[in-house]
């Protein structure tokens, strides 16, 4: 898996994989990142010594930024048809939440949209106090319902009022609301970040595999959603895009930076009822 466009897997130890997004300049999601998580989660799914997965980011700014807007999923066309049958963002986060090992999300930076839809299909969130800023921003653009999951993930994970106040209000949260939310399980200080999370992973890859697959599945049984939720979300997701609302709203961002660093990117919660 090592030498990938985009996702840097490091074997820290048989059980123990670190993998860094890196898709400047602000790690935007795209088709090749689908293409790339679907081969780490098909390697990870195979390998009888795997039991913990940390990602995290080569910018310190942006962990995931959010979809890439300008992508039209063609890129996909000569794929293997998704595992689940769901969107192919959606198959991989959902094959995401049922790896038989324990993901863990680092998270130092920007994620939003996508980004944050990543996170929630993690098993355990772990922010920087200092340095996070993560949220659902598509209402803002045009009033655009989440479509990868966040609306049947967050009210299980923070409660219906919270995961509204989430969506609705496509602000950002840092890393002490979120933790005070259960948007992220902890946030820590940011100069403790990196030796929390690798000692965390340290003590779970000593875990029996098998063992940690029986425990995660008696989890998920309780808390994950069922798959049949995701597609009318990802059809009305995909609906809003073209309508003259949202469109209007992605000219006048794409005219200001979106997509680019700078201030739009920066505060893309904060300023996205703007245009």
Known sequence: MTGVAQLNVSKESPSFWRVSFD????????????IETRALIDAAEKDPALTVIVFESANPDYFIAHWDLNEDLARLADQPPPVTGQHPFIDILVR???????TISKIRGRARGAGSEFLLATDVRFASRERTLIGQFEMGAGSVPPGGGAPARLPRLVGRGRA?????GADDFDGDLAERYGYVNRAVPD????DFVTAFANRVARADRATLAELKAWVDALTLPDEREYPPQA?????????????SW??????????????????LGTRAFEF
């Open 96 to 102: 995401l939440s049922k790896l038989p090992v324990l």
């Open 191 to 194: 100069a403790e970040l990196d």
């Open 164 to 168: 509204l106040e989430i969506l609705a």
């Open 23 to 34: 898709n400047p300049p602000v790690n935007l999601f795209d088709a090749q990142t689908i």
């Open 250 to 267: 992605a000219a006048a961002t794409f005219a200001a930076g979106l997509q680019q660093p700078g201030d739009l990117e920066e505060r």
């Open 235 to 247: 059809a009305a997701f995909a609906a809003r895009l073209a309508t003259p609302r949202v469109q």
